[in-house]
């Protein structure tokens, strides 16, 4: 491996294993997506702790479950075409050999590049299977959540199946984050350049949705909203939790 292609290599490295704890580092003065999000999450399980009967949420969270399957069979499919050229052997290398917008490389050189884009495929899809199993905890606890129970039970419990909720759709973001840079490492067939350039392009882009975007504004603005309003309880609970004789009209 030339040198030029070993300092791209490791960028795109740094540039994929930083991108997420540096995001909850920026995430900590506010103003990122990823952060927003998690607290509006958290206020949809206290919102569904509170409701009478919860079937928009588990109607909501199955078509998330949903979005994570199309997702995960996709990149199965791609990580299947892949490994097929991967391990297709002199014939699947004299195929592309010939291509004028590939760089030139040897056949080694042309393996390990396309193992990274596997490798990137299959983190993702690891990352989409254990969100999915994630979402199925979490529609069960909103099954099982105790909507008769006291004001502080429910906040307790809404809290805790928060703690599953939003696990489980970081992992969904993840696995929908792999594509950048599955992207930005097929890039690396066409040299080590063009690499480097879709590595910062796909960091860019990710942290500029993270912050700039319209999208990050307006659920900057939806959190500051639920963050005013406070959780009301419904009609059921009032019934079984009367305010005190001196609150009584």
Known sequence: MHVIDTIVLTVFAACWLLYEPMLKRLGEGGGVLNTDMTVIRRRWMQEMA??????????LL????????FFA???????????????????????VE???????TTPLMFQVKLGLVLIALARGLLDFIWSIRQMNYCLAAIGAAPMWAPPAVLA????????????ALSAFNAGVRAYYFALAAAVW????????TATLGAMFLLLWRQRRSRASTAVRKVRQILERQPVVHGPHLTRLNPPPPEDRI
């Open 189 to 196: 067939l066409l040299g080590p350049l063009p690499f480097l």
């Open 98 to 104: 010939g291509l004028a917008v590939l760089a030139k």
């Open 50 to 59: 509170v409701r009478e009967i919860a079937l928009l949420d588990g109607q």
């Open 73 to 95: 069979s996709s990149n199965l499919i791609l990580i299947a075409a892949a490994a097929g050229v991967l391990f297709g052997g002199d014939s699947a290398w004299k195929s």
């Open 62 to 69: 199955g078509h998330a479950i949903n979005s994570a399957s």
């Open 156 to 167: 307790e419990y809404a809290e805790a199946a928060g703690g599953i909720l939003n696990p």
